[in-house]
């Protein structure tokens, strides 16, 4: 609904986060149902330059059935849940996509007994793919563009999925690269599985917001924003009150608040993009943290380097 | 016994349609203040319809039924008035099996009369102990045998203190045994002047107490008279007929 | 009748024969053997193919079940034990994924130090309930309330409840106890103060919330009473005008004020912290509760002889009989944020109860109709006769009745509500079934564990359904005799 | 008599709308009927509102629109370059066909089970017993998952059938390969192809089928026709001829003679590439929850089948072993007829709940109606409102027909009282 | 009424046990063509367990059975001759609900006996007609009266044409005007000639058709006589008993 979120999101001293139901790294609860990931870091910030903390957050799991209708009721303020950036959805859901905070592609994944080494080789497979996400329309696209034909396995969630492919229900598991990679990362040996090297249709995630409600739409956005221009200029969370205090950089000053007013602009304080590189870091620490190389899911940066890294994370001038 | 002069029950070419078929045809019939009265007729005459129209269980479609002054009409209040003032007794007892015989006498009194329950307890402990099951009061229905059941209608109607009491063959669906337990509770009740309308085929009774003996036939009512002219000399075919079948079994 | 032949002499018998044992092949194990298993060709075709269908089973689950594991840190270790144990090629079950998560099936994310707060909630259940569906036989409500009582209490005591609750969960149910025992009609009083209870309890927060609300209902309730005599319409309609009134006017706010005086408030529980068979008994109860008086409504109308009121009730009744839950589900997730004003935006856990509340009414609405048209005509003639009003006489006579023949319908349709809380799934929820069991395998350590999950949550299903089903099959025979 | 006053005609008092039983009942219904309409005004003032203010509005037009989504093995010719509305069809087509096949399949349990439960094997009757409170006291959801799991997690991949010494082999005669993705089962091939029939929309139908519908339909008149032959041979002769030989004959020959003529002959799967090819892969998801609904509901079936017969009081058995009927015919014409009426009401209800409950698909991924509308489609487009209330309708639809059905079968079979 | 020196049923020192119970003991009885026997006893002296074993509804264990010259073994043709010439009719009529009044009476001679329909039916006419309700041919049981409906059964086993005729308490669950119709059925039956064994305790109809009054007591016949001298000088002590409970009653 057309509306302040911001007030309402004040008044009610918590942020409501569409998420996941449950996808390792990207955002899941852990045995004690405290969430956790890339996505939840999203919230996270955008609830530290809002609200000053971080944990006020309620996380609402949604399906790929309930995510965008949650949003547009107003069941929940922001959706972060690795969510493709289309057209149509951006205009004919009433969504706002404010960015881009990983840059995907749907793969394939296959048994490396298989033989398989390209996707073109699947003519005939069988393939798992999650019903109703947009995957399951590039697939469709995919092969009929390249005159092949599959035998899809419909599933319901992730774990589904992992189910039928772990137990060779199908050749192949069709899906984001970086969520190919979290599922990999979870078997008892991933070395015997690969993942192809097409990459069959961009897929840039990010957190939307309701169409309507600029300002609100303006603050998730350069949340998250910040957080890439944050690593771009070297703030982390470890050196965040040093450089606040300290900086020669005009342009991180006016990111952490020093100088000029920008959070008066949308109606926040000074300090908000600190707070919100302070509650889980830099995009790059974020990264990191929860989907990088270090961690069990081990995604390189890849496109999501900075620009400066010959990635396509670019965040427009603070200014 | 005696009779009063005041009108208790007028009705007035009243009659009455299930559907269209013609149940009550023409119904005159008027009942004085401490008269009591027996129908009689072969089954499927309309005796049950009749007496259940005088607390208007059943709707008649025209003519009147003027109960203690007020006449029947589908207000709400009206029917509520007469249904306090007549009692009735049904065939099969009727009685709440979910609760107490005392608690089936003080029903009423205390949601429809708001009656004290202290009060309403103590008339009816009254009432039972005229129907002489004083000690079953904390029984549940289902505990007691027909007859005793029956007394207990006959005393859960009077708790409400009617100036009219309906009997709907109240001793056919019971036992030999157990109907004269009955029969004599009414007797002891017409003889304190309660205005009674009776269907029965128990001659005896009808001998025993009635002013006037009402025969219906395909919802007529086809001869009246004193018991024992009806008795010992009816004037139609059709009443003769019916005492010979009745008495002959 | 002349010609008497010789051989209707009389006959009278001077001495009794005794009873005498059955000649042999009559009783005996073998006897048994010959006429259970082996009476006929056919017979024992059935009972060779029975036990083959045992050897089956046997043969293909005897091992798995023998080489059970309760002790290990993941999957990967129990197969490593199994393996060690049994040989390489052994398969086995591996139930410390429950031993390990058991909590998380049972209560979800609640937080663990409050796990007594259901499990009290849980106990208070069987009290509020002893004086409806126990009333039948004294001896088992007793059973029923000692063994809740014992039970709850020893529960609360094993997760470590704080001393105060344990006071008040005593007092609560040993109180209940002496009362069911004194006057059990008096429980009536806790059954129906329980749902504020149960809520606060389950959700927390500031009591004064509970109270307000009871205060509300009471208001409304004095209302009533006080204008019931100048006419019982206009009673109602005041009554619950003020209710209404205080609730949606008054109440909020005179909580919060009331907390900000004297603040009187526990831990206050979110619902996505719900979850496992605390999810499924919530969403399961909370339905049944609610649904039983719009179920009643529903009944009443549809048997009413009015046009408009009887075609509703069957439009909506058929309506909701007419699609599947999962589709009620769907617009409790999806659509009811449609329906409501703008802005509004309220609990899912709320969402899904009032959907499986009407869906569950539609289906009470039936079982109770049944229930009203096996009352004989002749009570409604009775109470007619003696002058109750249409709603005096369906309390006092014809619902008491009514709802005690239901009673056995009602359960069953409480279980088939019970089963299908596993449905929440699908829009969103953890139930015990598959949300905790996929959240359970997300978890490295977990992955690829699916029997024993399956086998644990099925089997307690198991035992709560069937344990209710043998009490419905009971009390039906019970109330077959009674009316006789 | 004393001449009567014709009775006074009270003029209408407005306490009579309250007071008076003839006015109240009316006054009663119009104020309910103007909560209902003022609830109802209410709801779709707020939904209207809340569309505006997400920029939507209520229309069905995305049902024209491309779906893009690929279904398996749709029952009618369907690709992603199809109408949402199509998609939407086959979805439905595949939720009549599970609730069809899975009445059937729970019947013949169902009737079976509760014949068993009833036997005096005591060990067969036992293990019945079992059977019937494990699925009913379990819920069917999980009954769904442990199916699809057991075919999953217990059958190999297609490849285990390749090579020289494969793992496993297909069964029956090398026609039937099980897998844990589908179930390979041979199609039917004609070697004499007498074309197809176009019903417009791309929904084509072989002559070959055609003929053999009318060869069975046409078969099943004649069969009635030799009954009633029968029946008349008995009425005039009392000896009732033999006649299941003749039916068989009448079902069978004839398509025997059209299966010579069209050279009809079965075309087994085989494995090509990844996957089994030739023949039809029934997919285990459709499998599955046929088997587990099939199953469930079997439980609740048999449970009726039981009550119906029970309830044909054993003096009907006595009755007629006392006139000297056998078992069989005792069964065939006195108890059987009765229990029927008992059973076919609560039969009704268990085949609307399987047809309800078919919408559990989601959990294997079967593309049912609400798998293409309720699903993909409403993802797809985000038209929840519209997707929803049709799909709503459409199951009440169904519903209506199947009970609308029974009820009229039942009411011709409703024993006569007083 | 003639007696033949036929023998119609013969059992010989017969036992039956249900389970451990034994149920009947050492019974000796030898029916004539032509006779009418009444067995007369307490309730669960195994009376019903006797006739019922003489159509073999229930099996014996050990003495012998004969029928009609067949001997009743487990051999199913010689149950299905006993049962063809054994009409039985049982205290709750079971009739068929489903079928018609003609389609009861005709459904055995058609099925069993291989009958013409069209025979059947006159069959079937001419008995319900011997029965008095020709005119209920085509209505359904449930719409009869219980007397109407018991005569229907007596005319259902006729139809099969039985030489011998069995009747377990045909009158207990009538209402008293029913019996009547029902005992005068049976009375016309025994004045053909019919060999009948009735389980009753209508002592005016055993008085008035019975060769023979049997009582039995604890699963054995303890006094066997002509009912004259059954009811007005009854040897035993237990009959004695019985029969002032019986018509004190
Ligand atoms: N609710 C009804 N709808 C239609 N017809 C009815 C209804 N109630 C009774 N009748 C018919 O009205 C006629 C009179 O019925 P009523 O019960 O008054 O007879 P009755 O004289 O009391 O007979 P009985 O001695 O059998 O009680 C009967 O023919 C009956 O079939
Ligand atoms: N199927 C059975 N299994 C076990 N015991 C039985 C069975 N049928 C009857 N009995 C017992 O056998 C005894 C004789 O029963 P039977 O029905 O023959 O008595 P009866 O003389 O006909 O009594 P009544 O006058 O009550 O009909 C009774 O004690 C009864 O309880
Ligand atoms: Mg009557
Ligand atoms: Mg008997």
Known sequence: AEGDTLAEVKARDELICGVNTGLVGFAAPDANGNWAGFDIAVCKAVAAAVLGDPSKVKYVPTTGQTRFTALSSGEVDVLARNSTWTYSRDTDLKLDFVGVNYYDGQGFMVNKDLGVTSAKELDGATICIQTGTTTELNLADYFRANNMSYQPVNIDSNAEGEQQYMAGACDAYTTDASGLAATRAAFADPENHIILPEIISKEPLGPAVRHGDNNWGDIVRWTLNALIAAEEYGVTSTNLEELSANSANPEVQRLLGTSDELGAMMGLDNEWAKRAIAASGNYGEIFAATIGEQTPIGLARGLNAQWTQGGLMYAPPFR | MQVSDEVAIEIANMNKWYGTFHVLRDIDLTVHRGERIVIAGPSGSGKSTLIRCINRLEEHQSGRIVVDGIELTSDIKNIDKVRSEVGMVFQHFNLFPHLTVLENCTLAPIWVRKVPRKQAEQTAMRFLEKVKIPEQANKYPGQLSGGQQQRVAIARSLCMQPRIMLFDEPTSALDPEMIKEVLDTMIELAEEGMTMICVTHEMGFAQAVANRVIFMDQGQIVEQNSPKEFFNNPKSERTKLFLSQILGH | MSELHAQTVPFVRDTMLPQQPPPNRETGALHWLRANLFSGPINTILTILGLLIIWFLVSHFWDWFAHSVWNAESLTQCREIIAATWGEDARGACWAVIRERWHQYMFGFYPRELYFRPIIAFGFLFVALAPVLFSESVRIRRIVLIVAAAATLILSVMVGAPLPWLVFAAIVMIGAVVVAERNAPWLLIFSALYPLLGVWMLWGGSAWGELSVLASVALGWLAWRLSVRISPLIAVIAGVAVTLALLLFVAGDAAEDLQSLIPLDITAIDSDQFGGFLLSITIGVAGIALSLPLGIILALARRSDMFLVNKLAVVFIEFIRGVPLITLLFVASLLLNYFLPPGTNFDIILRVIIMVTIFAAAYMAEVIRGGLAALPKGQYEAADALGLDYWKAQRLIILPQALKISIPGIVSTFIGMFKDTTLVVFVGLFDPLKGISDFVRANFAWKGVYWEPFIFTGAIFFIICFSMSRYSMYLERRLQRDHR | ?418
């Not at chain 4, 069905?60 to 093995?73: K, V």
Request: contains cysteine; aromatic residues 10%; positive net charge.
């Open chain 4, 1 to 418: 008599m004393s001449d009567i006053t014709a009775p006074a005609q009270p003029s209408f008092r407005p306490s009579m709308l309250i007071y008076d039983r003839r006015y109240r009942s009316l006054t009663i219904q119009v104020v309910v009927f103007i909560l209902v309409m003022a609830a109802a005004w209410w709801l779709v003032g707020n939904t209207i509102q809340n569309l505006r203010a997400m920029g939507k509005d209520f229309d069905f037009g995305f049902l024209w629109s491309r779906a893009g989504y690929d279904i398996p093995s749709p029952p009618i010719p369907y690709t992603s370059n199809d109408t949402h509305l199509r998609a939407t069809i086959v979805g439905l087509l595949n939720t009549i066909i599970i609730s069809f096949l899975g009445c059937i399949a729970a019947t013949i349990l169902g009737v079976a089970v509760g014949v068993a439960r009833l036997s005096n094997n005591w060990l067969f009757a036992r293990l019945m017993t079992i059977y019937v409170e494990m699925f009913r006291n379990i819920p069917l959801l999980l009954w769904i998952l442990i199916i699809y799991a057991i075919f999953t997690e217990i059958l190999p991949a297609p490849s285990a059938y390749r090579g020289d010494d494969p793992a496993w082999s297909m069964i029956l005669f090398d026609n039937v390969a099980l897998t844990n993705r589908y179930t390979a089962i041979p199609t039917l091939g004609l070697t004499n192809d007498p074309g197809e029939l176009d019903l417009g929309a791309r929904i084509l139908i072989d002559w070959a089928t055609i003929a053999f519908a009318v060869v069975l339909i046409g078969g099943w008149f004649v069969r009635k026709a030799v009954l009633a032959w029968a029946q008349r041979t008995q009425d005039r002769t009392g000896d009732r001829p033999t006649t299941w030989w003749i039916n068989l004959a009448i079902m069978v020959v004839p398509s025997l003679l059209l299966i010579w003529y069209f050279g009809l002959h079965l075309i087994p799967p085989e494995l090509k590439g990844f996957n089994f090819g030739g023949g039809l892969n029934v997919q285990n998801a459709f499998v599955a929850l046929w088997l587990a609904l099939t199953l469930y509901t079997g439980a609740f079936i048999a449970e009726i089948v039981r009550a119906g017969i029970l309830a044909v009081s054993r003096g009907q058995t006595e009755a007629a072993y006392a006139l000297g009927m056998r078992s069989n015919k005792t069964m065939n014409l006195v108890i059987l007829p009765q229990a029927l009426r008992v059973i076919i009401p609560p039969l009704i209800s268990q085949y609307l709940n399987l047809t309800k409950n078919s919408s559990l698909a989601i959990a294997v991924g079967y593309m049912d109606l609400r798998g293409t509308l309720g699903g993909t489609t409403l993802n797809q487009t985000g038209r929840e409102l519209e997707a929803i209330v049709l799909m709503m309708l459409i199951y009440l639809a169904l519903s209506l027909v199947i009970s609308g059905v029974m009820n009229i079968h039942n009411n011709r079979v409703k024993l006569k009282e007083r």
